[in-house]
């Protein structure tokens, strides 16, 4: 098999994955396609609802469309499910340590440009969540309010799970994603190392596989926590200290895990205590609360939008 036919086999199962999961959870969404300039490549943003937009940014290892339990219960919005580069159907990013804030600044503008999306507010996860704060202090007034949902990526002293922070580390990184082959199984031990039972979750399982099959998948994720991990720490680059989150003037609700895997409901009360406007729920899951408890993170995030 040549490699453009693996690359178009891997990219039609996703595609056929993504469906199934759109379908499981009854989201009538639009797979778009926009250009995007600080990636040199093109990004998928899955679009539905009516109403003012709502940009929802997921996390760093995972597809647009694992939004779809919560896209199923958000109402009176314009969803935008976006998914950062080299995940889903999105192009790839080249990464480096020294303009990676730089790069996910400019990738979250051009894609708000692409699609005409003023400022307002916006919905993020885990890597998202550090994205889109940094687009808040790179250009003010563009984000007006955020609902982060599970641990922000690098707030005060959290960081990824033990496989992640491995993977940083040079030459152990590529021999280990080269050993771990994507699999039901492999898919299974990470939702449960980031809290989540993954019973009942097989679409979001399967579609985890076919992303991790994807062509240079695994590689872009060993160039993505060399880029934000040194020797499995958190850069200092991206670090988000106590001083920083006093500078993050927008109303915030956090939504936390109690089981998530990458930092404790604790590490959530500690980060709202430094924030002007903040304020924190925390309920049963993990990194991904939305996938068993749709209705309860639908109502919490109803609830803020509604007066900020």
């Given at each position: 098999?040549?490699?453009?036919?693996?690359?178009?086999?891997?990219?039609?199962?996703?595609?056929?994955?993504?469906?199934?999961?759109?379908?499981?959870?009854?989201?009538?969404?639009?797979?778009?396609?926009?250009?995007?300039?600080?990636?040199?490549?093109?990004?998928?943003?899955?679009?539905?609802?009516?109403?003012?937009?709502?940009?929802?940014?997921?996390?760093?290892?995972?597809?647009?469309?694992?939004?779809a339990p919560l896209m199923a219960e958000l109402s009176g919005h314009t969803l935008y499910a976006i998914e950062l580069p080299g995940n889903g159907l999105t192009d790839r990013a080249r990464y480096h340590h020294t303009t990676f804030r730089r790069t996910a600044v400019a990738y979250l503008a051009d894609i708000l440009d692409a699609l005409d999306i003023g400022p307002g507010p916006f919905v993020t996860q885990s890597m998202g969540s550090l994205w889109t704060t940094w687009l808040?202090?790179?250009?003010?007034?563009?984000?007006?309010?955020?609902?982060?949902?599970?641990?922000?990526?690098?707030?005060?002293?959290?960081?990824?799970?033990?496989?992640?922070?491995?993977?940083?580390?040079?030459?152990?990184?590529?021999?280990?994603?080269?050993?771990?082959?994507?699999?039901?199984?492999?898919?299974?031990?990470?939702?449960?190392?980031?809290?989540?039972?993954?019973?009942?979750?097989?679409?979001?399982?399967?579609?985890?596989?076919?992303?991790?099959?994807?062509?240079?998948?695994?590689?872009?994720?060993?160039?993505?926590?060399?880029?934000?991990?040194?020797?499995?720490?958190?850069?200092?680059?991206?670090?988000?200290?106590?001083?920083?989150?006093?500078?993050?003037?927008?109303?915030?609700?956090?939504?936390?895990?109690?089981?998530?895997?990458?930092?404790?409901?604790?590490?959530?009360?500690?980060?709202?205590?430094?924030?002007?406007?903040?304020?924190?729920?925390?309920?049963?899951?993990?990194?991904?609360?939305?996938?068993?408890?749709?209705?309860?993170?639908?109502?919490?995030?109803?609830?803020?939008?509604?007066?900020?």
């Amino acid at each position: 098999m040549t490699t453009q036919s693996a690359t178009d086999e891997a990219t039609a199962a996703f595609r056929d994955a993504q469906q199934r999961v759109l379908d499981r959870y009854q989201v009538p969404a639009q797979s778009r396609f926009v250009e995007v300039p600080s990636i040199s490549g093109r990004a998928q943003v899955l679009v539905t609802g009516e109403g003012p937009p709502l940009p929802m940014v997921i996390g760093g290892a995972i597809p647009a469309v694992f939004w779809a339990p919560l896209m199923a219960e958000l109402s009176g919005h314009t969803l935008y499910a976006i998914e950062l580069p080299g995940n889903g159907l999105t192009d790839r990013a080249r990464y480096h340590h020294t303009t990676f804030r730089r790069t996910a600044v400019a990738y979250l503008a051009d894609i708000l440009d692409a699609l005409d999306i003023g400022p307002g507010p916006f919905v993020t996860q885990s890597m998202g969540s550090l994205w889109t704060t940094w687009l808040a202090w790179e250009q003010p007034g563009r984000v007006r309010s955020q609902v982060m949902i599970a641990c922000p990526a690098f707030f005060l002293d959290t960081s990824a799970i033990l496989p992640w922070r491995l993977v940083s580390i040079p030459a152990l990184g590529n021999l280990l994603v080269s050993l771990q082959k994507p699999s039901v199984k492999g898919a299974e031990q990470i939702l449960r190392m980031v809290g989540e039972d993954p019973a009942g979750l097989d679409e979001i399982r399967d579609v985890m596989v076919a992303g991790q099959r994807m062509p240079h998948r695994r590689q872009d994720l060993v160039e993505l926590m060399r880029s934000v991990m040194s020797w499995t720490r958190p850069r200092p680059e991206v670090a988000v200290t106590a001083a920083l989150l006093r500078t993050i003037t927008h109303p915030v609700r956090l939504i936390w895990g109690e089981q998530d895997g990458f930092g404790s409901p604790e590490a959530g009360r500690r980060t709202v205590e430094h924030m002007p406007d903040a304020d924190l729920h925390v309920m049963p899951g993990g990194h991904a609360p939305w996938l068993h408890r749709a209705g309860q993170v639908a109502a919490l995030t109803h609830e803020f939008l509604d007066t900020r």
